[in-house]
């Protein structure tokens, strides 16, 4: 019998959710999901990630039925985009992919006060699906462009939304954090889940 047929899976490639997890204590395999990330026409930040945790979730599930799912993502957006348009219009900070974007990303948010907005979803086939969608604000320092480009060649975070990581260097280019659960800012509300988890009877102080 393959070995996630009844488990556990975090529909994720990525390491830092993967290492966030184990925190939980749950024993869980992984599995990259192969779906189009793409935003839709007038869709807010926190509908594109709760969309894209459920597809997420779903493309693993179809797979594994058996299986408990895990799936989230995450997006960012400069707060300061919410005055005088529609949220519908503001320009959604990615994953930047090459230096260049990663360049205009971080000088763009020097200054400014950056919200990321992460999404998380569960399926289980014994509940029904839990989504969710939880947000950190992010004060950026104003940063040089040498500070920006010195951070980008050191970390290279190409791979992260806002172009940076908060677990390492990352920190020094803030003001402030302001959140409920700072483990959002690097990919997953592990409150928020370690909550759908006990809905479906997986406690970690109760294994």
Known sequence: MNAFAHGLILASSSPYRKQQLTKLGHKFNTQSPNIDESR????????????LSYEKALAIQKSFPKSTIIGSDQVAYIKEAEKGSPLSTINVLTKPNSISNAIH???????????????LCCLSPTYDAQIISEYVDVTFRQLSQREIQNYINIEKPLDCAGSFKVEGLGITL?????????????????????????NIG???LLA
Do not use: H, Y
């Open 40 to 51: 839709r026409n007038g869709e807010t930040p926190s509908a594109l990630v709760q969309r």
């Open 105 to 119: 990303q971080l000088t763009a948010c020097s200054g400014k006060s950056v919200r990321f907005v992460t999404g």
């Open 174 to 198: 803030f003001d402030k954090v302001e959140s409920t659960d700072p483990n959002t800012l690097i990919g997953l509300p592990l409150i928020a889940l370690n909550k759908m988890l006990i």
């Open 202 to 204: 997986l406690n970690s």
